[in-house]
């Protein structure tokens, strides 16, 4: 086996930014994952939450705002080579529609969804599809209402036929649609709307960039807003596309159902990683490690006994809130973060491992996304933007 | 190792849809409910009550649920055990039973004079006249024309240097009868890096075939016979090795998963896939580097049993480093998927599958196609009219 510039462990969104920033440097990828990753489960939009009055420990006082700006920089490289075309910046949140008609504000937004112009639009056309679970125009409509209380909605229903088969999700839906889109657009010309409407639709214009969305765009005056919507979700699967074109044009080398068992080390080198099949083990030599395997959701990290969490590769220290009081908040939806989210690997500003004492551990091994602890990433709303922007740094270092 | 018995890891599954987001059928379909509905679900229910999911069949077992699942949940196994089950109650279909018994069928054609030459027209002839498709095998494919003589046959007559290292071959049932020449270019690149070559005739099918059509008591028997013979070899300290990535992940993994045994698990760590064993023999400094360049351009299709063995692409790795630009055609599943595209009523959903390699490759950017899955071969040649070889043939090349 040839020894790799870089590995990768780990396949969602820091797994697949970490190795598409190295790879753009020139340097010879490789990357290991266990699972799919969650992109085909996200909203595809990026929250950074907030990057102004942080503890010192938090991820952001390690990965730094230059490298915030960077990777957002690099994110928008990827997505446009995908034709996914991506608004926003970090210093201004643009909101985007969910399924259930609230708003929610992130960083970065796929283009299709931003719905920042709604203030601006005259009418609001909610269109539900016949057939299609988990996406009820008329709730949506009764809470979007709230924030627009003085617009005009017209809720319409568009039958794509769709019935018959299984039960359509938002991917059936856009995978149905993918080359087939004119009867869509038919229907969308026929609600009538003017430019100065919006119709909001659940995400079903395609599956790989926006290749969907604009053969019927370009028929409709009005904007057509995409909303967020249950899993598997096309905004994710889009993005996770476009990350893989970008790796596969690079020659990154991408490899799937391996899953890391350990490391070799030398002193403070990693020198490579055991990938553990069905049968045997397998060497892979690199000269750095990227660890993104994600927390407890992902088994980047795992907790057999309370109060022991542990990260199953390399077994570094991993950092947690001691005392079971302060594990969990029992109000779910209060303004207080969850203890047990914060726990996670502890880092130096290279992103390389420390123990309590603040040692160390291995000088080429860097830790992005949800391994890194410190923060709950869920409530604070950053864990997108702590993926892309450890993951950039922890490639360009 | 028991807990990679696949009914125990239905348990993990959180329900995520990771598996559906990646599943080619459902991209292709949507008659199918998913691997997460059927696998996980409804195969931890109907052991319990009698209910048949009748979209169970349209999974093709290509096995892309499990390399996206996050949580170790052997999906297309828990599918084929499903299949079974409903194969207890309900007869099976005339080609589902000839489809599967690929072997059986081969075997007696051989003992009739001429039968292999007759059979082969006999094919073209039924095809034309729409045999096959009354047959319910989809009559716009060819069936795989049989070798004059099958590989385990012609065996005896290849030359071979004596040594004490040697290597079993498991030829699988295409090799063995349709593509004889992949196992001599095996035994050449073998005999090149100071390897004999045996063959073991008491070998029978892996069982591929026989566990996607839900035969599993004969696929188990097919099991039980070739661990026997895998253990056998293992205590002469002799590897069994396969240019075959379905029937190496059927004997690494597959059994393990079906039916559970310590001894499926233990047979299997003496089954290499070829490119992997001679990798291993790079490692330990041991292979024949002697190659003459290989100035090709090979588009690359790695089949979806080859991915799932989390072995790396060591055929990529030692084809590059004798010299050939090897390029990956990425392109997902090829949609043949063993015998499912053979059926008529899959035959349409495999194409479709497939369309997106087959545009690939029409590009013909490239000197060959290379594959290790005899079946992927056939379906992209049947895309495309362009044949692709086995990797090893390419390899074979490069030792004079």
Same mark, same amino acid.
């Given at each position: 086996?040839?020894?790799?510039?870089?590995i990768?462990? !780990?396949?969602?969104?820091?797994?697949?930014m970490?190795?598409?920033v190295?790879a753009?440097?020139?340097? +010879?990828?490789?990357v290991?994952?266990?699972?799919?990753?969650?992109?085909?489960?996200?909203? !595809?939009a990026i929250?950074?939450g907030?990057?102004?009055?942080?503890?010192?420990h938090?991820?952001?006082?390690?990965?730094?705002?230059?490298?915030?700006d960077e990777?957002?920089?690099?994110?928008?490289?990827?997505?446009?080579?995908? $034709?996914?075309?991506?608004?926003?910046?970090?210093?201004?949140?643009l909101?985007i529609?969910?399924?259930?008609?609230t708003l929610?504000y992130?960083?970065l937004?796929?283009?299709?969804?931003n719905a920042s $112009?709604?203030a $601006?639009k005259?009418?609001?056309?909610?269109?539900?599809?016949?057939?299609l679970k988990?996406?009820?125009?008329?709730?949506?409509a009764?809470?979007?209402k709230?924030?627009f209380p003085?617009k005009?909605?017209e809720?319409a +229903?568009i039958?794509l036929h769709?019935l018959?088969?299984?039960?359509?999700?938002?991917?059936d839906?856009?995978q149905?649609l993918t080359?087939?889109?004119?009867?869509?657009?038919?229907e969308?010309k026929?609600l009538?709307?003017? +430019?100065d409407?919006a119709i909001i639709?659940?995400?079903?214009?395609?599956?790989?960039?926006?290749?969907?969305?604009?053969?019927?765009?370009?028929q409709i005056?009005?904007?057509i807003i995409e909303?967020?919507c249950?899993?598997p979700?096309?905004p994710?699967i889009?993005?996770?596309?476009?990350?893989?074109?970008?790796?596969?044009?690079?020659?990154v080398r991408?490899?799937?159902?391996?899953k890391?068992?350990?490391?070799?080390?030398?002193?403070?080198?990693?020198?490579?990683?055991i990938?553990?099949n069905?049968?045997?083990?397998?060497?892979?030599?690199?000269?750095?490690?990227?660890?993104a395997?994600?927390?407890?959701?992902s088994?980047?990290?795992?907790m057999?006994d309370?109060?022991q969490?542990?990260?199953?590769?390399?077994?570094?220290?991993?950092?947690f809130?001691t005392?079971?009081? $302060?594990?969990?908040?029992?109000q779910?939806?209060?303004?207080?973060?969850?203890g047990?989210s914060?726990?996670g690997?502890l880092?130096?500003?290279?992103?390389n491992?420390?123990?309590?004492?603040?040692?160390?551990l291995?000088?080429?091994?860097?830790?992005?996304?949800?391994?890194l602890?410190g923060?709950?990433?869920?409530?604070?709303?950053?864990?997108?933007?702590?993926?892309?922007?450890?993951?950039?740094k !922890?490639?360009?270092? | 190792?028991?807990d990679?018995k696949?009914?125990?890891?239905?348990?993990?599954?959180?329900s995520?849809?990771?598996?559906m987001a990646?599943?080619?059928?459902?991209?292709?379909i949507?008659?199918?409910?998913?691997? *997460?509905?059927?696998?996980?679900?409804?195969?931890?229910?109907h052991f319990?009550?009698?209910?048949?999911e009748?979209?169970?069949?349209?999974?093709s077992?290509?096995?892309?649920?499990?390399?996206?699942?996050?949580s170790?949940?052997a999906?297309?196994?828990l599918?084929m055990l499903?299949?079974?089950?409903?194969?207890?109650?309900?007869e099976h279909?005339?080609s589902?039973?000839?489809?599967?018994?690929?072997e059986?069928?081969?075997?007696?054609?051989?003992k009739?004079?001429f039968g292999a030459?007759f059979?082969n027209?006999g094919?073209?002839?039924g095809?034309?006249?729409g045999?096959?498709?009354?047959?319910?095998i989809?009559?716009?494919?060819?069936?795989?024309?049989?070798?004059?003589?099958?590989?385990k046959?012609?065996?005896?007559?290849?030359?071979?240097?004596?040594?004490?290292k040697?290597?079993?071959?498991?030829?699988?049932?295409?090799?063995?009868d349709?593509?004889?020449?992949?196992?001599?270019?095996?035994?050449k690149?073998?005999?090149?890096?100071?390897?004999e070559?045996?063959?073991d005739?008491q070998?029978k099918?892996?069982?591929?075939p026989?566990?996607v059509?839900?035969?599993?008591?004969?696929?188990?028997q097919h099991?039980d016979?070739?661990?026997?013979?895998?253990?056998?070899w293992?205590?002469?300290?002799?590897?069994?090795?396969?240019?075959?990535t379905?029937c190496?992940l059927?004997?690494?993994e597959?059994?393990?998963e079906?039916?559970g045994e310590?001894?499926?698990?233990e047979?299997?760590?003496?089954?290499?896939?070829?490119?992997e064993?001679?990798?291993?023999?790079?490692? @330990?400094?041991?292979?024949?580097d002697?190659?003459?360049?290989?100035?090709?351009?090979l588009l690359y299709h790695?089949p979806?049993h080859?991915?799932?063995?989390?072995?790396?692409l060591?055929?990529?790795?030692i084809l590059?480093?004798?010299g050939?630009?090897?390029n990956?055609?990425d392109?997902?599943?090829c949609g043949i998927?063993?015998?499912?595209?053979f @059926? *008529?009523e899959k035959?349409?959903?495999?194409m479709?599958?497939?369309?997106?390699?087959?545009? @690939?490759? *029409?590009?013909?950017?490239?000197d060959?196609?290379?594959?290790?899955c005899?079946?992927?071969?056939?379906?992209?040649h049947?895309?495309?009219?362009? *044949?692709p070889?086995?990797?090893?043939?390419?390899?074979?090349?490069a030792?004079?």
């Open positions: 086996m040839k020894t790799s510039d870089v990768v462990i !780990g396949g969602g969104l820091a797994g697949l970490a190795a598409s190295a753009s440097r020139k340097q +010879k990828v490789t290991l994952t266990y699972g799919s990753g969650s992109l085909p489960l996200a909203s !595809g929250d950074f907030s990057l102004e009055n942080l503890p010192a938090h991820p952001y006082k390690k990965i730094g705002l230059k490298a915030c990777a957002a920089k690099f994110f928008y490289e990827v997505t446009e080579q995908a $034709n996914l075309p991506y608004v926003g910046k970090l210093s201004a949140l909101p529609v969910t399924a259930v008609g929610k992130s960083a937004v796929p283009e299709s969804m $112009n709604l $601006n005259k009418k609001f056309f909610i269109v539900g599809i016949n057939g988990d996406f009820y125009a008329s709730m949506l009764n809470n979007l709230k924030y003085n005009t909605f809720i +229903k039958d769709l018959g088969g299984r039960d359509i999700t938002c991917m839906a856009a149905l080359d087939n889109e004119q009867p869509f657009a038919n969308l026929a009538k709307a003017s +430019k409407d639709i659940p995400p079903i214009l395609g599956v790989a960039g926006d290749f969907s969305r604009d053969v019927v765009q370009t005056r009005a904007q909303t967020t249950l899993p979700s096309p994710g889009r993005l996770q596309r476009a990350f893989m074109k970008y790796l596969q044009a690079s020659g991408f490899f799937e159902n391996s890391v068992v350990r490391g070799i080390t030398d002193g403070k080198k990693v020198t490579g990683v990938v553990e069905a049968v045997r083990e397998k060497i892979f030599p690199a000269r750095k490690i990227i660890l395997t994600g927390g407890f959701y088994g980047g990290l795992t057999r309370f109060d969490p542990r990260e199953p590769i390399f077994d570094l220290p991993v950092f809130p005392g079971a009081e $302060n594990w969990s908040n029992m779910l939806f209060s303004d207080k973060p969850q047990f914060t726990t690997i880092t130096n500003d290279k992103l491992p420390i123990d309590a004492d603040g040692n160390v291995f000088d080429n091994l860097h830790v992005v996304g949800a391994n602890g923060c709950d990433k869920i409530f604070e709303r950053s864990a997108g933007g702590i993926a892309i922007a450890s993951a950039y !922890g490639a360009t270092l | 190792m028991s990679t696949a009914i125990f890891t239905g348990d993990r599954c959180l995520c849809t990771s598996c990646n599943c080619p059928v459902m991209a292709a949507k008659d199918y409910r998913g691997p *997460k509905l059927v696998g996980p679900a409804h195969g931890r229910m319990s009550q009698e209910d048949i009748e979209s169970l069949n349209y999974c077992n290509c096995k892309s649920c499990d390399r996206a699942c996050p170790g949940v999906i297309s196994t599918n499903q299949r079974a089950e409903y194969y207890k109650k309900h279909l005339r589902e039973d000839m489809l599967a018994h690929g059986r069928m081969a075997n007696l054609i051989r009739i004079p030459t059979s027209l094919m073209s002839i095809k034309a006249l045999v096959f498709s009354a047959l319910g989809a009559g716009e494919r060819n069936m795989p024309a049989y070798a004059a003589t099958p590989f046959d012609a065996f005896n007559s290849i030359k071979q240097p004596a040594s004490a040697k290597v079993v071959l498991f030829t699988g049932c295409y090799i063995n349709n593509e004889p020449h992949v196992g001599n270019a095996f035994v690149v073998m005999n090149a890096n100071g390897y070559v045996l063959i005739k070998f099918c892996c069982g591929s026989l566990v059509t839900g035969y599993l008591d004969e696929a188990r099991a016979n070739n661990i026997a013979r895998i253990l056998d293992k205590q002469k300290n002799i590897p069994v090795v396969t240019p075959c379905s190496s059927m004997l690494k597959e059994y393990h079906l039916f310590d001894k499926f698990h047979a299997a760590t003496n089954v290499y896939d070829a490119f064993f001679l990798e291993m023999l790079q490692e @330990r400094g041991e292979f024949n002697n190659l003459k360049p290989l100035n090709q351009r790695v979806c080859l991915k799932s063995q989390a072995i790396g060591p055929a990529q790795d590059e480093e004798a050939a630009n090897v990956l055609a392109s997902g599943c998927s063993g015998n499912y595209g @059926r *008529k035959y349409e959903i495999s479709k599958i497939g369309a997106k390699l087959f545009a @690939r490759v *029409k590009q013909h950017d490239f060959k196609v290379i594959c290790d005899g079946t992927c071969r056939m379906q992209i049947h895309g495309t009219d362009i *044949k070889v086995h990797p090893i043939e390419i390899l074979a090349q030792y004079q």
